[in-house]
């Protein structure tokens, strides 16, 4: 019997699929990677079982996915088309690269996948695959089964008697991992209509609170956040207070019709508090400490390295080399920056760096100016030269 290793969310998709590769001869290990998505892992373990599971593997990456994914992605200043902060996107190539290790423990010669084949989460997968292991066999039971809705789906799992969370009244598509969460289905497919308070998950009811405005102080260390509200509460303790805190005020919400991969547009909402606080405040921070001609040109950068992650090319060249080139960019980027929080909004007010490139004595208009105004008529001139008539 062939062994196949399946990335296993213990969702409506991957529990049918325990099944429906089973029906088809396979010896199915069921590969859960917990990178924070708050599920009862000892219920999607029964799920699996249940569902025809020879085995589970659990694997905790989160410290993995903070310290190896999420700061290389901040310090890069990764957000695609200007809004998702790319929490899904950015624990694909890690989950697939696991993947791959247990396949080789387990001796299976196959990896399979929950995603359809109209997302970016199969290219993710499956190019990672391809890139550490290309003698593995993908395979995709979402592409290739006979199930034409998730309706289908959940009759398939009841008939079956296979425990689910989702319901014909609720069919929401969710992932969540400590970065954030992404929405997708159900009454989202119509990009015209708002999102239904029920579809989010950390913000919900934030329309019905008023906190009091709040301003919090975090550390960075070369670009990277290590201190909160002047405690050092490690990196998994810290992403999860700014998304305890965010949701409250329900930031981080984005609505979005976005790019795909593949070709077609999609509408998906996103809640990422503790992504969106920490992004700002870190490009604040790098405001202060990096000259204009860096600053401007890893602005391009961090386009390019959003792409790379969302379009599913996490284990390339290029990303390593741009790594390289942002590690180099972080070196001073250490100091604290002061973040008010506000219902709905978060706004930097205040930061500083003992490698701040600002002077008071230039950019003041008071009587500590020290600028020397007098060299501006030759600097023009100078600058406008080529454009003279």
Known sequence: MKKVVLAYSGGLDTSVAIR?????????????????????????IARAKKAGAAKVVVKDLKKRFVNE???????????????????????????????????HAEKATAVAHGCTGKGNDQVRFEVTTQALDSS???????????????????????????????????????DKNIWGVSVEAGALEDPNVEPPEESFQWTRGAKDRNPKERVIEIRFEKGVPVGLEGGRPGPLKLIGRLNALGSEYGIGRMDMVENRLVGIKSRETYEAPAATILIQAHKDLESLVLDRELLHFKEGIAQKYAELVYYGLWFTP???????????????????????????????VGRKSPHSLYKETLATYSA??????????????????????
Do not use: C, N
């Open 136 to 174: 593995l066999e993908i395979l995709a039971p979402v592409r290739e089964w006979e199930f034409k809705s998730r309706e289908e789906e959940i009759l398939y799992a009841r008939r079956h008697r296979i425990p689910i969370d989702v319901t014909k009244k609720s069919p929401f598509s969710i």
């Open 368 to 389: 500590k100016d020290r600028f020397d105004q007098r060299l501006a008529k030759g600097f023009i001139d100078l600058w406008a030269l080529p454009y003279k008539k």
């Open 69 to 103: 994914y999420l700061w290389p992605a901040l310090k890069a200043g990764a957000v695609y088309e200007g809004r998702y902060t790319l929490a899904t996107a950015l624990s694909r190539p890690l989950i697939a690269a696991e993947q791959v290790a247990v396949a």
């Open 318 to 348: 290029l990303r390593s080399a741009l790594d390289r080139f942002v590690e180099a960019t972080q070196e001073k980027v250490s100091g604290s920056v002061r973040v008010k929080l506000r219902k709905y909004s978060s706004q930097v």
């Open 20 to 44: 429906w590769l089973k029906e088809r001869g396979y010896e199915v290990v069921a590969y859960m990677a917990d990178v924070g998505q708050e599920k009862t892992t000892a219920a999607a």
